[in-house]
Each structure stands twice: as structure tokens, then as C-alpha cells.
């Protein structure tokens, strides 16, 4: 795995769309290793962070640089949003079209799709159109299409909200896999449980700005704000 | 009941000028049908994602051109094609060709509007997913006329429906000449003025269960296409 | 007719015709455009007119039929058997609705004409019993069938049409009636793109004894429709 362009280095972004602040002078090193989960409540800026930090967002202020030592510019990567738009495909055809738009050699796509669904655990799934399967398989779907993609960096939004326990797992066990195999996995969540299940650093967002950061075992067990303090002990933070 | 009768016992009669003019009718109407949707559909998707001053003017005026007036297309093509009009050397005139031409001028703005309007539905869908994974502006294009082709049939339906029934335009530029441009309405509107009135109606029914044929092909192949909505 | 003769004019000439069948106003102006090879009309005014703007050469009288009033089996205006001028009159006198072709065909000018003589001037946008209603022989037949009133036609279309439902022949045989058909060939000069070698062989064949004769055997429920004349041309 060629990782030159990790860590990704976030240095005083600020974001606004249409005169509203959304991110305000974030910095944060996403390191290679296991993943970093943003937690945070409803609108203090997680998603855009995972924008931002992917390069779809444009920053107001800032810079998102990849790598210490090229130019900077990013990597591969790919993002699966909350809710993953199905492809009016077959689970397979939905996999080789993002094989197809990522320039993989086409010789090798057939296999390279098998590869893929089973990694997601979606072989048996193949023909099904794509707009008909549950929550979780889609999120899975939606992994398979990004992992196409051959990212240095994923980014998931959400992947297992509103998905039940069984889905749930499948999802957390497949961001073990992919992170084991030297993704750099960013992703955030509203569940703290997954949070410590999968982290390695976990970051904080209040209001477009960062309130913790660090390794997992220190930001849950040992929060040094009265902000963090208070989010992770359950309380309502506005 | 003797229109009915008349129209059976044409089509059991198996008479060979029947069919050929049952075959010119599909022919003509299909394939403007066809060479519309390739014109047409690109076209709807173009607007459906482009975003540029006048854009609204210009889907005001495709919707406005969905009731372009046959016969004022049908005179329109015939100055065109006529010897001494500006392609009076291609020799079109009074040809089968000329009908497709004209036929496919009508069908045009129908597919390209409804074409618009289902791309631009699913391009709200797709919008954020394909921006993700990279996609670029044509393969853009291609993904959701490829993805919406299911739903695109019915614009593809009502620009066949529009071809299949119509008179106004191929009478002009196809001239009527029997056994070579006529064609079912022709036909009909031939037999009319004969006074041969059960025959025309006969036709008619024979006319309206082609329709019926091609719009329930459709209908199965929707079903088909069906299984990939959501 | 052209079913008929056609086939024929295939086998003797090997010239397969195409035929757009048109008033011969409308069939005229096609020709002046070019879009046409022959030209076979009867409006004597019309055609001396295309032929002296140019755009024919070689007018034939080729055959002819005549024109006859039909109208409403009651007869209100009580033309019966009269001549076609008083029967006119009578028409006019009695506001009885007649239907008129209104599209500058053969059979429209020569209805024109018959008024003239008749001394009646027609106003077909004032004048409610008169309906110009724009249309082929056959569809204001049909009018003139579903609304009781009285039309000219030319009898190969009368014997032939289907729909007469209330509408019997009224007058017939004058003079007047005399309906002279002709071919043109549209000037190659003029018209470079026309075909006229073989329009030049499909106008022959027609006037030649076998064309003529093929002409006067298309019949019509068994009566002869139309009548060659060739041999008295100019």
C-alpha cells in the first residue's frame, strides 16, 4: 500500500456556505492506522468535515493538505454517504461501473467485482437490482462501490445509523477489514459505543470547531473540556 | 358490427397491399421514433443538467414545441426538400425518407421535453453519488440516460403514439403514392374521401391495435425496468 | 383509374409512375416547383397559363368525361332535368345549400365558370347556402351527403364514390358539362431535374391507339368512366 499521501493535514479550515460558518479553524492530522471517528452533535459540522477533508467542499479559509512531503494535493479517496444512492443496476453492475469510472483495466474487472462483493459479503446478492436491498446491504453496496475506487482515504458518513444490531455489526466488522487492509478509514457516527469499538483517534465537533481530539481511550475516559465532559457523560449539548 | 367485419376480414384476407402498408406505417413511425430518441434524448438530458442563462426559456419553448402543427412541419419539409428548394438535390421529395424526416421533426421536442423531465428527476437522485465517485460530464450524460431508460419508454410511447396517428405532415411530403408512401392514416384518409367509409373505420380498428400492440410491448418491457426502482 | 393503367404503362413502357393525386391547382403549383415530371389536369384556363409562364411544353388533350349536378333525392330547388344554368338559378333563387370544392381544382374552376355564365355572382364568405369548404372531390362529397346539398362533381368520382347516402344525380349531359382532361410535360429547360425522357414516353404511351384504348376500357360498376379524345389534338 502506497500510503505517501497520508497523513492528511487540516491546517485553520473554515467553511461557510450562503454566510453561515459550518467549520471554523479546524486542524487535525488524519494519521495512517486505524480509523478516526468524528463524533459531535447534530449540526455541529461532521459531514462537512468529511467534505472538506475529502476536497468535494470547496474551504473559505485554510487548507486541506495530503502528504508531508509532496504537494499536498489529495489522494485517492472515496465517500459512502448516510444514505447511499443505488445505481438503477444489479448489485454487480452497480460494483463495475465504479470499477469503470475509477480506470480499472477492464480485463480484470469480472474478477475484481467478485473480489469485491465477497469482501462485502454481498456474492450471493449479485444480480439483484441494486435499489432493492435493505439498509445494511446497501451501505455495504455503497463500500464495495468506494473500494473500487482503490482509496488511500474512505470516508463514511454515518454508516450504521438507523441500521439494526445485526447490520450493524456486519458494517463495523467490514471497517475492521478494510482498515486492517490499510485504508485510512474517517467516519463519523452518534454512537459512542461504536466510536470506542473502532477508533484509534476520535475528534470532538461543537459548533464548526474542534472541542477534543486524541486517542480513543483518553478523549471517552478522560475528557479535559466541560464540553466533552458533558456529550460523552450523555447530557444534552447545544 | 360491420365495421368490425370489414376490418377482420381484411386483415384474415391476408391481402399483400394491406400488410405493405401496415409495414410502411410501422416503419416510418418507428423509425422516427428511433432517430428522435437518438437526437431527443440526449438533447432532454443536455438541458436536464446544463444550467445557463435562458435555460428556462428554452424548456418554455420545447414544452411549446411538443404541439407543433403537423401540416405546418409538413409544408416547412416540403420547401425544404422540394427540387427547388435548398435540398432538392437529395432527391427526398415524395419518398419514404421525406416522412421520416418530417415524422421525426414532430416526435423530436416530445422526447427531448419528457427526456428532460425524467433525467432531470433522476439527476436529483444521482446528483451527489456520481459527484463522488468522480463521474465527468458525459459519462454524466450516458449514466442517467442509461439508468432512466426504463422510464424514458413512455416519452418514447407518446413520440411513437404522436407518429403512428398522424396525417397532416406525410401527406404533404410523402405525396400519398400508393404502394410506395401510403400509409395506414393516409390510407384512411384516402378511403374517407372515397366515401368508403366501413373501410376507413376498418382501418382505423387495425390501426388502433397496432397502438394497442406496441404500447402493451412497452408496458412489458416497463415491468422489466420496474424491478430497478426504487 | 391510375390502378388500372398504371400496370399497363409498367409493362409496355417499363416506367414505373408514381402518382400524387392532387386538384389540379395544387398539382400545378407542384409542378411549378419542380416536383413533378407530368402533369395530367383539366382546367383548360390554368393549364394555357402554365404553359405560356413556361413551366410546360407539349399540352395534349387526352381524354374526357363530364361534370354532373347531384344533389338531394327531394329536390327542393326542383333542378331535375334542366340544363345546368337554369338549374343554377334555381339553386341560388331558393338559398339551397350547395357545397363547393373551394380549392382551385379542375372541378372547382370549372364550377366557377358555371356560375359566371349562369350570372350569379357567388360569395363564398358571405354568402351562407354556398360552403367553399377547401377539400378533395371526395371528402366535400361527403359533406355535401351528410348536410343535403347540392354539388358539381365529375362523374368518375360520382360513380365511384360510396357514400352517396341521400344524394342522387340531377343534372346531366349539357353541353357545358364537357370535362377535357390533358397531360403536360413539365419543361425540361425550365426544369432540369425533371425527368422527362420518361415523362416524354409516358405521355406517348397514353396517346398512342393502345394507351387510348386501355383508357376507354376502365370501367366502374360497368360503366365507362372516361372518354379518349387524343386524336383531336391541337
Request: contains cysteine; glycine residues 10%.
Amino acid at each position: 500500500m502506497n500510503t505517501t499521501h497520508l497523513p492528511i493535514v487540516l491546517d485553520g479550515v473554515h467553511v461557510s456556505i450562503g454566510g453561515t460558518s459550518i467549520l471554523r479553524n479546524v486542524s487535525l492530522r488524519l494519521e495512517a492506522g486505524a480509523p478516526t471517528v468524528l463524533i459531535g452533535p447534530n449540526g455541529s459540522g461532521k459531514t462537512t468535515l468529511l467534505r472538506a477533508a475529502m476536497g468535494l467542499m470547496p474551504t473559505t479559509a485554510g487548507a486541506v493538505r495530503w502528504g508531508t512531503d509532496g504537494d499536498g494535493s489529495p489522494g485517492r479517496s472515496a465517500l459512502v454517504f448516510q444514505r447511499p444512492v443505488m445505481l438503477r443496476r444489479s448489485v454487480a453492475d452497480n460494483v463495475r461501473y465504479a470499477l469503470d469510472v475509477s480506470g480499472f483495466p477492464r480485463p480484470l474487472r469480472e474478477q475484481r467485482t467478485g473480489q469485491l462483493l465477497s469482501l462485502v459479503g454481498l456474492a450471493a446478492l449479485a444480480n439483484r437490482p441494486a435499489p432493492r436491498l435493505s439498509g445494511g446491504e446497501r451501505q455495504r453496496l455503497a463500500m464495495a462501490r468506494a473500494l473500487a475506487r482503490d482509496p488511500e482515504a474512505l470516508f463514511l458518513d454515518e454508516p450504521t445509523a438507523s441500521l439494526d444490531p445485526a447490520a450493524t455489526l456486519a458494517i463495523e466488522e467490514l471497517v475492521r477489514a478494510v482498515s486492517a487492509r490499510g485504508v485510512k478509514v474517517v467516519m463519523t457516527t452518534h454512537d459512542l459505543g461504536e466510536a470506542a469499538r473502532l477508533a484509534g483517534d476520535v475528534v470532538l465537533l461543537h459548533r464548526g470547531e474542534v472541542a477534543e481530539t486524541g486517542p480513543v481511550a483518553q478523549v471517552l475516559g478522560n475528557p479535559t473540556t466541560e464540553i466533552a465532559r458533558r456529550f460523552i457523560s450523555g447530557q444534552l449539548v447545544l | 358490427m360491420e365495421q368490425q367485419a370489414s376490418a377482420w376480414a381484411l386483415v384474415l384476407s391476408g391481402d399483400p397491399a394491406l400488410y405493405a402498408i401496415v409495414g410502411l406505417s410501422l416503419g416510418v413511425s418507428l423509425g422516427a421514433t428511433l432517430l428522435a430518441a437518438l437526437l431527443g434524448a440526449p438533447l432532454g438530458a443536455l438541458i436536464a443538467l446544463s444550467r445557463f442563462p435562458g435555460r428556462q426559456a428554452v424548456v418554455v419553448m420545447l414544452n411549446a414545441l411538443m404541439g407543433l402543427p403537423p401540416v405546418v412541419v409538413g409544408l416547412a419539409v416540403y420547401l425544404l426538400l422540394s427540387r427547388s428548394g435548398p435540398l432538392g438535390e437529395w432527391g427526398l421529395l415524395f419518398t419514404p425518407s421525406a416522412m421520416v424526416v418530417t415524422q421525426t421533426i414532430l416526435v423530436l421536442p416530445i422526447i427531448a421535453a419528457l427526456s428532460r423531465q425524467t433525467i432531470e428527476d433522476l439527476w436529483q437522485e444521482y446528483r451527489e453519488e456520481l459527484a463522488a465517485m468522480g463521474v465527468g460530464p458525459v459519462r454524466r450524460i450516458r449514466t442517467l440516460l442509461w439508468d432512466a431508460r426504463f422510464s424514458l419508454v413512455t416519452a418514447l410511447l407518446a413520440g411513437f403514439g404522436r407518429a403512428a396517428a398522424e396525417v397532416g405532415s406525410i401527406i404533404i411530403v410523402g405525396g400519398n403514392i400508393e404502394g410506395y408512401t401510403r400509409t395506414m392514416t393516409t390510407t384512411i384518409a384516402l378511403e374517407t374521401s372515397k366515401g368508403n367509409l366501413p373501410l376507413a373505420m376498418g382501418l382505423g380498428m387495425i390501426l388502433l391495435c397496432i397502438v394497442l400492440a406496441v404500447n402493451v410491448a412497452a408496458w412489458a418491457v416497463k415491468q422489466v425496468g420496474a424491478r430497478f426502482e426504487q | 383509374m391510375f390502378t388500372h393503367l398504371l400496370p399497363i404503362v409498367k409493362a409496355r413502357t417499363g416506367i414505373t409512375a408514381k402518382v400524387i393525386a392532387q386538384g389540379t391547382g395544387q398539382a400545378l403549383e407542384t409542378a411549378r416547383r419542380g416536383d413533378a415530371d407530368v402533369v395530367f389536369v383539366h382546367d383548360p384556363e390554368a393549364e394555357a397559363r402554365f404553359v405560356a409562364e413556361g413551366h410546360g411544353i407539349r399540352r395534349q388533350l387526352v381524354m374526357y368525361n363530364d361534370f354532373v349536378l347531384v344533389g338531394p333525392a327531394a329536390d327542393p330547388a326542383g333542378v331535375k332535368g334542366r340544363e345546368v344554368l337554369p338549374a343554377l338559378q334555381a339553386i341560388r333563387r331558393g338559398q339551397r345549400l350547395f357545397v363547393s370544392r373551394g380549392d382551385k381544382s379542375g372541378t372547382h374552376q370549372a364550377e366557377l365558370r358555371l356560375w359566371k355564365e349562369a350570372g350569379i355572382e357567388v360569395n363564398a364568405a358571405t354568402d351562407r347556402w354556398y360552403r367553399a369548404v377547401g377539400q378533395g372531390m371526395g371528402p366535400a362529397l361527403n359533406i355535401a351527403a351528410a348536410s343535403d346539398a347540392y354539388i358539381l362533381t365529375d362523374r368518375a368520382t360520382w360513380i365511384s364514390f360510396l357514400n352517396k347516402a341521400g344524394l342522387v344525380l340531377l343534372v346531366e349531359g349539357d353541353r357545358r358539362l364537357h370535362n377535357q382532361y390533358s397531360l403536360i410535360l413539365v419543361n425540361p429547360e425550365r426544369h432540369p431535374e425533371a425527368r422527362s425522357a420518361e415523362g416524354l414516353r409516358f405521355i406517348d404511351f397514353l396517346l398512342s391507339p393502345e394507351g387510348q384504348q386501355e383508357i376507354a376500357r376502365f370501367r366502374v360498376e360497368g360503366q365507362q368512366l372516361f372518354f379518349p379524345n387524343a386524336s383531336l389534338t391541337q
